[in-house]
């Protein structure tokens, strides 16, 4: 029986970057994980996947659309879908390869199959049990559908069929407005797909500040993808080529009916800890099927700990690496730490969406008194040279003290620009810091700085 420090069960971005961390902190490192390759469903089936075919898209769209514009003639290309799809392989196989250089670098022994916890203190994986002082439980999230709806992942899917499809569909519907549908959505449409959205809320993606929702939905509009707004879908009628949507609209309850030849379901995730034994181990769980952990994300029983997806708090890829360096740092005696405060969010569209901290409404009904500093990319010569001059910068400053709450960006690059103020929120930095501080030109990143600049005296620029 191999003896362990810490196993790690699953290896997506929380459970890779604990391993990583363990073995850097000098703990023997073992990490279990049952697919094929490493990196779980973000690298595999998720987040980077859905990447490359938003940069494939976004180059077809920006030939179509741009490069005459500049003087770039010539015919548009054409869509070679398997070549398509076999980029896309070939950037999962060299990040999902890359894992596997790291933990061989790392001297992290990686056990193949599924892990279960028989006891606290030992993981079994086939018919071999490891011992180990401490378990991390990784094993991230799975796809929830909704009742009446039966998935396939050929013409009823969830953002893992959509990302194999056999052929570009003339016509999809997405059922919800989230992340994942406005994403997976955005490249069918760029691809020529006819994209219909069903939501069963009022506004797109929820929980985001409310000027950005509505900005964010026009832009997508304009782009070409339609919204049934108020929408609460009954169920799915799916032939081998052809589906059927019935949905109610919440205003008056009627119903109605809409074809497509795709139906991409993203209502959401739920945790996923199948097989893993917890309820014998007697591991409290939420309602939600969260596992409970403590500050130092410790479960109730002692040596086992749980980060990522499969616990409370967004899922976030970058907040289960936060999550997994600092519970390693917590197992190897250090002092790991994650502020929950300051997780950015983004939306990989063109444009982008990214927001951190608190939204104006949060503080509205939180009775915070705050300022609102904003900035058009109108204003910004950079995104007004690259045809990217959608969208604005909003930063919220505690109206006495000026330090920053909160920033929502719709815009070129907003997932980058937005860490500029997560530093700055991580500093505690007032909107006047970063006004101060000088930023290049011409850079999109100046559409942060005016926005601070709008927090006091006033854009120079608009
Ligand atoms: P989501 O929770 O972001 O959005 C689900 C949407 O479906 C909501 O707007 C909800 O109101 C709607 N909905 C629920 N039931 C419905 C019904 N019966 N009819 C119509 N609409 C209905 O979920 P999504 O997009 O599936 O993403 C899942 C998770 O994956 C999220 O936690 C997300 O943060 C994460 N993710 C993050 C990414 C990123 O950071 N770029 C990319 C992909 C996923």
């Not at 104006?360 to 010569?381: D, H, I, P, T």
Request: proline share 3%; charged share 25%.
């Amino acid at each position: 029986m191999a003896q362990y420090d810490v196993i790690v069960i699953g290896s997506g971005p929380g459970g890779y970057v604990a391993a990583i961390r363990c073995a850097q902190l000098g703990l023997k490192t073992a990490c279990v994980e049952g697919r094929e390759t490493l990196g779980g469903t973000c690298l595999n089936v998720g987040c980077i996947p859905s990447k490359a075919l938003l940069h494939a898209s976004h180059q077809l769209h920006e030939a179509e659309h741009n490069f005459a514009k500049m003087g770039l003639k010539g015919k548009s290309p054409s869509v070679d879908w398997n070549q398509m799809l076999a980029y896309k392989d070939d950037v999962i196989g060299q990040n999902t390869k890359g894992i596997e250089f790291l933990f061989k670098k790392n001297k992290i022994d990686w056990i193949k199959g599924w892990g279960s916890i028989p006891e606290a203190g030992r993981v079994k994986v086939g018919d071999d049990v490891h011992e180990a002082r401490n378990i991390i439980v990784a094993s991230g999230s799975e796809a929830s559908s909704l009742p009446g709806v039966e998935i396939d992942e050929k013409v009823v899917v969830t953002s893992t069929g959509a990302l194999e499809l056999s052929k570009i569909p003339k016509k999809m519907i997405v059922i919800g407005a989230g992340v994942i549908g406005l994403e997976l959505g955005s490249v069918y449409s760029r691809l020529g797909t006819e994209v219909q959205v069903i939501e069963f809320l009022d506004a797109i993606t929820p929980g985001m500040d409310g000027e950005v929702q509505k900005a964010f939905q026009k832009l997508l509009q304009k782009q070409g993808l339609g919204f049934t707004m108020g929408a609460a879908v009954q169920k799915v009628d799916a032939t081998k080529t052809k589906a059927k949507v019935t949905y109610k609209l919440r205003k008056d309850d009627s119903e109605h009916v809409m074809d497509a030849d795709v139906v991409l379901v993203s209502t959401g995730r739920r945790p996923y800890t199948d097989g893993l034994g917890l309820d014998a181990l007697g591991i409290e769980m939420s309602q939600r099927g969260q596992i409970k952990t403590d500050a130092h994300w410790q479960t109730n029983v002692k040596g086992i700990y749980a980060i990522g997806d499969c616990i409370d708090g967004p899922m976030l890829a970058h907040k289960a690496e936060d999550e997994g360096m600092a519970c390693a740092e917590v197992i190897a005696g250090k002092h790991g730490h994650v502020n929950y405060g300051v997780i950015p969010g983004v939306i990989y569209t063109h444009p982008e969406v990214a927001n951190v901290g608190q939204t104006e409404e949060q503080l509205k009904e939180a009775g915070r008194n705050y300022k609102v500093g904003k900035f058009s990319f109108m204003g910004n010569g950079r995104a007004k040279a690259n045809f990217a001059a959608d969208g604005f910068v909003k930063i919220l400053a505690d109206k006495d003290s000026d330090r920053i709450l909160g920033a929502h960006i719709i815009g070129p690059m907003a997932g980058d620009l937005i860490h500029e103020i997560c530093v700055a929120m991580e500093f505690g930095a007032s909107a006047e810091d970063l006004a101060l501080t000088c930023h290049a030109h011409p850079t999109y990143s100046e559409a942060v700085r005016e926005a601070a600049l709008a927090c006091g005296d006033g854009a120079i620029h608009m």
